[in-house]
């Protein structure tokens, strides 16, 4: 049997790949405290658990959902954006419900590339914006994000030969690996080049609602003229800990909106109407839950970023995000400092070359990790700090 080429040279996904070697050490009796995926551990509210409870109970809801979403979750989608972005959204033509926000990042390539075409991709990133763009038969560029510009891309670095075939540009702020975050200054930016270009704009903004210090992230589509030009994703995993109900979301440029309609109808048949229905819940509910849930994130951040620096490793302290993006000590790189950490102290760090060439000399740590796992694994890293010292003074 033969398989399709494009599955072929298809990567495993970067932490299939990570929990496999957990899974492998705790299988021989070790104990492993992972700071790898961002998966919050913290419960979805109790309020959207019961209504789900109660959806569920209607047969109503026992029935194939429509690929387009309720039009109850589009509103309430519409009415979120509104109230905390003050950004318009037309619940029809200019808002989409996702089987989660990976489905739909997954999917675009399809919906506007074809063989040949450019996307240019920020490096480090999110694997799916790549992966999608190579699966669509079209060429990744990549923007390296760099310290010294604020991990921001810098748009007139991509040559000319470039932008004559680019149809895509990815974005994620706050960001994911480096938890760096971007004002409307530079959204203003990107939206006068992807007019200037003729480029789709894509903003992955999972982490607006994850948020520390009071600081309060923007939504790309505040920035005047962006629903002209892109779309933003946006998901209830990280702000409402609901990374298994998969619901997100995909707002923005109509004819965007419509093509990757067309596409799922003809591929999926929606989420599940009681989960859609949990979801209206979680958008126009109370949002206490929210702030409760940050501070948490908060004071994780604050003794993460103490011990690596404690260690002696070069750290950004984020403003948002469920990340710590940190720099490797002298001597290693990426994915070597990850495995001494994993195979000397049993603690999981995410290489930053899982994310792209440019996460060279950086590992990404989750702050998705109950506290007393936390203290654990914080206190096995400052253990490692001792060995580091030894070898140094070798």
């Not at 203003?188 to 270009?197: E, G, I, N, S």
Request: proline share 7%.
């Amino acid at each position: 049997m033969q398989i399709a080429k494009r599955i072929e040279n298809l990567p495993p996904y970067l932490f299939v790949t990570i929990s496999k070697k957990i899974a492998e050490k705790r299988a021989r009796g070790e104990e492993v405290i992972s700071f790898g995926i961002g998966d919050p551990d913290l419960a979805t509210p109790s309020h959207i658990i019961e209504r789900l409870c109660q959806a569920a109970k209607d047969p109503a809801n026992h029935r194939y959902p429509e690929s387009e979403g309720l039009p109850e979750l589009r509103q309430a989608i519409a009415q979120w954006y509104q109230q905390r972005f003050d950004v318009s959204l037309d619940p029809n033509s200019e808002v989409l419900p996702l089987i989660g926000s990976k489905e739909g990042i997954g999917h675009l390539a399809w919906c506007l590339l074809n063989p040949g075409d450019v996307v240019l991709v920020p490096d480090p990133a999110y694997p799916v914006y790549s992966i999608s763009t190579t699966l669509a038969d079209a060429e990744p560029y990549y923007l390296p994000l760099r310290p010294e510009n604020g991990y921001l891309p810098d748009l007139g670095a991509v040559p000319q030969t470039i932008l004559d075939r680019a149809k895509m540009l990815w974005i994620c702020y706050p960001n994911n690996p480096t938890g760096a975050v971007a004002d409307t200054a530079f959204f203003d930016r990107v939206v006068a080049f992807a007019k200037q270009h003729d480029i789709i704009v894509c903003h992955d903004g999972p982490y607006t609602e994850v948020a520390f210090d009071g600081y309060r992230p923007p939504s790309f589509l505040q920035a005047v003229g962006a629903k002209e030009v892109g779309v933003e994703f946006h998901s209830l995993s990280k702000s409402y800990n609901m990374t298994g109900w998969r619901v997100g979301m995909v707002v923005g440029n109509s004819q965007v909106i419509d093509a990757l309609k067309r596409f799922k109808s003809n591929l999926d048949s929606g989420i599940p109407q009681a989960i859609q229905i949990a979801a209206v819940e979680a958008l126009t509910g109370p949002q206490d839950e929210l702030t409760r849930h940050n501070n948490i994130y908060q004071r994780r951040r604050d003794l993460v970023v103490e011990t690596l620096r404690d260690m002696g490793l070069e750290v950004l302290l984020p403003k948002a995000s469920l990340y710590v993006w940190a720099k490797v000590p002298e001597g290693y790189n990426s994915a070597g400092f990850a495995a001494e950490l994993l195979e000397q102290v049993g603690v999981v760090v995410t290489p930053g070359t899982g994310y792209g060439k440019a996460g060279e000399g950086y590992v990404r740590l989750s702050l998705t990790i109950p506290d007393a796992s936390l203290v654990k694994g914080l206190s096995r890293l400052s253990a490692w700090k001792g060995t580091l010292g030894r070898l140094k003074n070798r």
